[in-house]
């Protein structure tokens, strides 16, 4: 069964920086994409950044460079490192995965099939 941990999050002051890491485990596809929505309670799940096994990547525009997206495959893990955070990117973020080539955009992100627990980012002002 597929499992995603995330990590890396934490609290940090406006203009600060983190990295979010997810392992996936039992995840042994060829094609596949995996990436980062994030959700605030009471709204709506934001896809924040996405990247597929030939290595595209998408963004949301509110994090586009200021987020970077990336994998290493060879211990099955995907990185956001998330710069000049703000008080608004405050939320949990969460790690998803789909076992087959999808389309790639932000908003397929927050529905992708599998997710992990989720790791909170709180940014100061």
């Known amino acids: 069964q597929v499992h995603l941990v995330e990590s890396g999050g934490g609290s940090v002051q406006s203009g600060g920086s983190l990295k979010l890491s997810c392992v996936a485990s039992e995840f042994t596809y060829s094609d596949y994409c995996m990436g980062w929505f994030r959700q605030v309670p009471g709204n709506e799940r934001e896809g924040v950044a996405g990247i597929n096994s030939d290595g595209t990547t998408t963004y949301a525009e509110s994090v586009k460079g200021r987020f970077t997206i990336s994998q290493d495959s060879a211990k099955n893990t995907v990185y956001l490192l998330m710069n000049s955070l703000k008080p608004e990117d405050t939320a949990m973020y969460y790690c998803?995965?789909?076992?087959?080539?999808?389309?790639?955009?932000?908003?397929?992100?927050?529905?992708?099939?599998?997710r992990g627990q989720g790791t909170q980012v709180t940014v100061s002002s």
């Open positions: 998803a995965a789909e076992s087959f080539r999808c389309t790639l955009l932000p908003e397929t992100v927050a529905w992708f099939n599998y």
